[in-house]
């Protein structure tokens, strides 16, 4: 039992000391900046390599990176004890890590196992964008809980922070290509959700409610050009805008000239055997042209997602 105590003392006396011997309060920021930025380095790669989504393996790799960096952070900043009196910028670091913690243990996996089939379906490809968002809202919120702490304590001890302008930049840019694909990805599947379901059902032999189908398609493009619009005046690369745009302008001919004649044909059971095989070449060629236009897209996405993000 003495031993015991004596342990736990010895400990405690560690922790006061570690947490006093710095009668500089920059010194003592310096170790907590130090912890944020071997944190943000690493999550910096996991959100990369994530928006590339090629290697499952290394997006599963570097999200524990970020967890165990999260964990570690945590035990060291425990250690720093509070500055003189001051105890906010450790408490608040403590909480934010914790943040990290629990996002990247549990709700950046989440996301991860929707990422496999994320384009299975329009709503499989909305629920891995919800997962997504969420666990991001959940890191941002650790950052900015971060980022206030910090300038509260340079504040109260007349501190000047100097923040990595190019990993701000990295971020910066990271965010945007992030958010401009997400947008441009969801636009293009709610309309390519609608030309599958067409297929599908042509497919099945189910062609009495190809006219509603249709009309749905015409909704999810209405949609769509909206949301695209409102990237006109978007300052950066545009290649994936202008395959939207080219994309929309394809879907509207098809909804004007091509489908309405295609599925009257399709759907009326007393055509000429001439006419039967003219309608089956009309198919054909709408099945590779929705088929060419899906490849263009993704070549286009991951063209732009290289160019902002090259590998490392």
């Given at each position: 039992?003495f ?6 003392l ?6 006061q000391v570690d ?5 500089n ?5 310096r170790k ?5 930025r071997k944190?943000?380095?690493?999550n910096?790669?996991y959100?990369k390599?994530s928006?590339?989504?090629t290697?499952e ?5 570097y999200r524990e990176m ?5 964990k ?10 509070p500055?003189?009196?001051?105890d906010?910028?450790?408490?608040e670091?403590?909480k934010?890590l ?6 990247f243990?549990?709700?950046?996996g ?10 299975n ?7 891995y ?5 969420k ?22 001890y ?11 930049e990295e ?6 290509v ?5 947008d441009?990805t969801l ?20 062609t009495d409610?190809?006219?509603?189908i ?8 209405n949609?769509s ?16 805008f202008?395959?939207?745009e080219?994309?929309l302008?394809?879907i ?11 599925t009257?044909?399709?759907q009326n ?22 088929k060419?236009?899906v ?5 286009t996405?991951a063209?732009?997602i ?7």
């Open positions: 039992m031993k015991y105590l004596a342990f736990v010895l400990v405690g006396m560690a922790f947490a006093q011997r710095y009668n309060p920059q010194t003592y920021f907590f900046q130090n912890e944020n944190l943000r380095i690493k910096l790669r959100l390599s928006l590339r989504s290697d393996r290394r997006v599963a790799k970020v967890l165990e960096q999260a570690e952070s945590q035990q060291a900043v425990e250690r720093l004890g500055y003189e009196d001051y906010i910028l450790q408490k670091y403590i934010s914790q943040m990290y913690i629990d996002a243990a549990n709700n950046f989440v996301a991860e196992e929707l990422n496999k089939g994320r384009y379906s329009y709503e499989d490809l909305k629920k964008y919800d997962a997504v968002t666990a991001e809202g959940q890191m941002l919120d650790a950052a900015y809980r971060i980022q206030q702490a910090e300038e509260h304590f340079a504040k109260t007349y501190l000047t922070i100097t923040r990595d302008e190019e990993m701000e971020y910066r840019m990271l965010d945007e992030t958010l401009y694909t997400r441009m636009s293009f599947f709610r309309v390519d959700a609608e030309v599958r379901k067409y297929l599908k059902t042509v497919e099945v032999g189910g409610s190809l006219s509603t249709v009309g749905d398609m015409r909704a999810a493009y949609e050009k909206k949301e695209v619009e409102e990237y006109a005046d978007f300052d950066g690369r545009k290649v994936l202008n395959e939207m080219d994309y302008e394809e509207r001919v098809e909804l004007d000239e091509n489908l309405p004649e295609l009257e044909n399709l059971k007393f055509l000429s055997e001439d006419e039967f095989e003219d309608t089956q070449r009309e198919l054909e060629r709408f099945i590779k042209r929705h060419y236009r490849e263009d897209f993704f070549e996405q063209d732009l290289e160019y902002y993000i090259p590998e490392d």
